[in-house]
């Protein structure tokens, strides 16, 4: 015996060590289960898969800004379109730069998924077992030629076949069919026995239904609602996520179109800097200023070169934050320009028809209705599991014996002749239910809390409607103030210039003049950015912004294996929820959307001047220029 346990002992470490030796881990040999983890190991990244990073050239910068690239005219209802189609992963507008909300396309299939992993309780289990065994066992006799004596003798082998077939089902109030087979072939030897070999048979069909806790179809279908639930919250957050991403687009679209308008008014302060630079070297060399008034024209021409640095990268960043959003690379040959027209005209708001339409589009306001039905659901989970068990149970069973007779010959029961069946009623109940009582108060209070979550969701979109509301009267007031503005600054520029021209006054006020001038064009191109900007916040708050993009959904298919197996052909499930493409709502213009300021240079008149001149604004760099040939006539007159 002991020698037996020695062999047995050893096999067993023999294995341990191999299979510890396959895993790549020095064990002790006599550990005969997994071993600890005794350090920590971590891969070298470079033993990590590899993802493929897009080669793109080095993107432009305040350095190289690439200005006179060739442009890309796009429209808004493009740019909107371009950012649906690159939306595996939905982007949402966070600053200058685009992140990820955390949906994706996926999201909603991949919930659904659940309501077919919560059907699969319904489904019938089949079970089947074959068990071969041989029985021989020692036993201790006396020995009968010598009583002080004992003999190990065998008791006799029994070799046996089991075999044990079972369906099993549940139904939708929460019974459980059993169907089952069961058969037992045995042959004995030594001796002789009635039957030899005999088998031992038996049907039986059982059902057990419980009557209190866990009975009912409607308890039984609560996992299964709970599931199609979730599938509904999953496609309204995804949805959410996509109107983030549709409003995006449409701030980094303005945006970028409120940068250009003031880039370009910060060139032109510049420009007009420079001319009056020129100028009054001009007159310095022919004796006419002094050298502070030149220095003092030399500070602020500067302090206008480096405000013009921080303009040109924010043309940049926004640029990029769009191209961002939209799901393209950093930089292309082409650089992006807005070419759809903004919104002037002022847009009546129907209160109460806006109020309306969140309570019923919103789709973080959908989520939490679609919480509390949840929440009711599992309060009637939580008030049956409450219940004591009372379960009652029925068996009918049918039993076979067959085998062959010491003469040979085979005798067999007759069908139905032996039966058995049991009825009854179990029943069980901790004595106060504390814990399932506990529970059902939790869900009790869990509706109250998400109850109250609702309120402060409608009264959280109350008053973002509001603020919508104050904003888009604010910033459509502010838009026609500053027109006004603009052309009270503009005359007073030309007003201001004319007579520090003739020597009236100091430099100092034309600069203050330019300063105006400059930021009520940026200020009006501001405002009505906010303006168009908000009208696209109000569709968000309202949930109506895809619905008044024309944006939809449709639901993409894909094939995998289904219940049949590998055998059956592959079934088609849904795999992405992708938008369709929006509306043309924002038509092209044909020309850049910064153009509708009307954007006139003050001092001759003309519109901007090429980027040439522009971005050459090196004072010496053009002696021939109009400020210089009208500084030097002023300076030969003065001769």
């Known amino acids: 015996m002991f020698k037996h346990t020695r062999a047995t002992i050893g096999w067993l470490l023999l294995l341990s060590f191999l299979s510890s030796s396959a895993a790549g881990q020095v064990v002790e040999p006599w550990s005969f289960i997994l071993p600890e983890q005794r350090r920590i190991e971590i891969r070298s990244p470079d033993q990590l898969c590899h993802a493929a990073i897009p080669s793109i050239p080095r993107p432009p910068t305040v350095a190289a800004p690439r200005f006179d690239a060739e442009p890309r005219y796009i429209s808004l209802s493009e740019a909107i379109n371009t950012g649906l189609a690159n939306l595996d992963v939905v982007r949402v507008l966070a600053g200058v730069t685009a992140v990820s909300s955390g949906r994706t396309v996926y999201d909603v299939a991949i919930a659904n998924t659940r309501i077919d992993q919560q059907r699969a309780v319904f489904d019938p289990t089949l079970q089947a077992f074959n068990t071969w065994n041989r029985t021989d066992s020692p036993s201790a006799v006396f020995d009968p030629l010598n009583p002080g004596q004992s003999l190990i003798v065998g008791n006799g082998t029994t070799d046996s076949h089991l075999l044990d077939f079972g369906l099993a089902k549940r139904t939708l109030t929460g019974g459980i069919l059993d169907f089952g087979v069961n058969s037992n072939d045995g042959r004995f030897r030594p001796g002789t026995f009635p039957l030899n070999p005999q088998t031992r048979s038996s049907t039986d069909l059982s059902y057990t239904q419980p009557l209190l806790q866990g009975g009912g179809a409607a308890v039984n279908r609560i996992p299964i609602v709970l599931a199609r639930i979730d599938t509904e919250r999953s496609f309204f957050q995804y949805k959410d996520s996509v109107q983030s991403h549709v409003q995006g687009v449409i701030e980094a679209y303005w945006t970028l179109v409120f940068a250009r308008t003031d880039l370009w008014a910060r060139e032109q302060q510049v420009s007009q800097l420079r001319f009056a630079l020129e100028r009054t070297q001009a007159q310095f060399d022919a004796e006419i200023a002094d050298a502070g008034e030149l220095a003092q024209t030399r500070v602020a021409y500067e302090n206008f070169r480096a405000n013009l640095i921080a303009t040109q990268a924010n043309v940049l960043q926004r640029e990029a934050a769009l191209r961002n959003i939209m799901g393209l690379p950093p930089y292309e040959p082409q650089r992006i320009v807005p070419v759809s027209a903004l919104i002037e ?97 939790q869900q009790e209070l869990v509706i109250r809390r998400d109850r109250a979550n609702l309120q402060q969701g409608l009264h959280q979109a109350i008053h973002l409607l509001a603020l919508n509301l104050r904003n888009l009267e604010q910033f459509y007031e502010q838009y026609r103030r500053f027109q006004a503005v603009r052309d009270a600054a503009k005359t007073n520029l030309d007003a201001q210039m004319a007579k520090f021209n003739e020597g009236l006054i100091q430099f100092i006020v034309v600069l203050q003049a330019i300063v105006d001038w400059g930021n009520s064009v940026s200020n009006e191109a501001q405002s009505l950015v906010q303006y168009n900007t908000e009208l696209g916040r109000l569709e968000r708050e309202t949930g109506t912004i895809l619905e008044a993009h024309g944006v939809a959904f449709y639901e993409e298919r894909f094939g995998s294996i289904g219940p049949l197996g590998r055998l059956a052909e592959i079934q088609c499930y849904p795999a992405a929820t992708q938008p369709t493409a929006t509306a043309a709502r924002y038509d092209s213009t044909g020309r850049p959307s910064e153009e509708s300021f009307n954007l006139i240079n003050p001092l001759d008149e003309k519109e901007s001047p090429d980027s040439e001149d522009i971005y050459d604004i090196d004072p010496n760099a053009k002696r021939d220029s109009a400020p210089v040939r009208a500084a030097k006539a002023i300076r030969n007159l003065f001769r």
């Open 345 to 441: 005209e002022k847009v009546d708001i129907d209160w109460d028809a806006t109020c309306n339409l969140a309570e019923t589009q919103r789709p973080d306001i959908i989520e939490l209705k679609l919480v509390l039905e949840a929440d009711q659901q599992r309060l009637i989970l939580s008030e049956n599991q409450a219940l004591p068990r009372l379960d009652g149970v029925a068996l009918y069973r049918w039993n076979g014996l067959s085998g062959e007779m010491p003469n040979g010959l085979t005798n067999t029961s007759q069908s139905g002749q032996f039966a058995d069946w049991n009825m009854g009623v179990n029943f069980s109940v901790p004595l106060g239910l504390r814990r399932d009582r506990a529970l059902l108060r």
